[in-house]
């Protein structure tokens, strides 16, 4: 299975600011990206898939993803409580692979 | 339309014991696959099922660990006998196409699996 790395956290941010998740993985031939939110005790919840170069956004939420950088990145604009969660970045051939997530924390 | 739904949803067993979890997956969904976290770790992808044959099983830790899909619908997943490491959170995911294509997997709400 592929590596995928994110960065550790524990993330804080205040409300109404910008979180910024990052994850790198290391088999260059991955062609789908994926950013999942699981809430504490929860299952994984899919917010946000990729598989081209670039930007994507869907409401607050901007994925962003560098083939050649084998980088993927989310951001969350306007924070909010309910945004608190661990995120995890996965990354498929056909199963996924996920990273050890990140968790964020929305301060009121 | 129903999502994939697991049970039961905790099991606290004995080391030595065998505890079996089951899958009901998304109805449609031919491929099935178990995942599993082990505390402090990442989510880590245990086998697949296309219908009731195993697609890869690569993932699986060990002969203590079985899984079916008797007729392509549900799966079950055996431990016998159960060890301490076997603690954690045990997910099954659904899917339409094969392997996560472009869509992701529906995750179920995850078995927490607790050997004493």
């Known amino acids: 299975q592929k590596e995928v790395e994110q960065n550790s956290g524990p993330l804080s941010v205040p409300e109404g600011a910008i979180a910024s998740l990052n994850c790198t993985y290391s088999d260059r031939g991955s062609q789908s990206f994926f950013w999942y939110r699981q809430y504490s005790g929860k299952s994984p919840e899919l917010i946000m898939f990729?598989?081209?170069?670039g930007d994507k956004e869907d409401g607050r939420f901007t994925a962003q993803l560098n083939k050649a950088s084998q980088y993927v990145s989310l951001l969350i604009r306007d924070s909010q409580p309910s945004d608190s969660a661990t995120y995890l970045c996965?990354?498929?051939?056909?199963?996924?692979?996920f990273g050890a997530g990140t968790t964020v924390t929305v301060r009121a | 339309e129903a999502g994939v739904t697991q049970f039961p949803s905790h099991s606290v067993i004995e080391k030595g014991q065998t505890v079996t979890l089951r899958c009901d997956p998304i109805?449609?969904?031919?491929?099935l696959y178990w995942y599993r976290r082990v505390m402090g770790k990442e989510i880590k992808f245990l086998l697949h099922f296309v219908k009731e044959s195993k697609q890869d099983e690569s993932g699986m830790p060990n002969n203590r660990f079985l899984a079916e899909r008797t007729g392509g619908t549900y799966s079950t997943l055996k431990v016998q006998p159960a060890e301490l490491e076997d603690s954690g959170v045990y997910f099954c995911?659904?899917?339409?196409?094969?392997?996560?294509?472009?869509?992701?997997?529906?995750f179920g709400s995850g078995t927490r699996l607790t050997v004493v």
């Open positions: 109805s449609g969904h031919d491929n």
């Open positions: 995911a659904s899917s339409q196409v094969l392997g996560a294509g472009y869509y992701g997997y529906t």
């Open positions: 990729i598989y081209s170069n």
């Open positions: 996965a990354v498929s051939d056909y199963k996924l692979s």
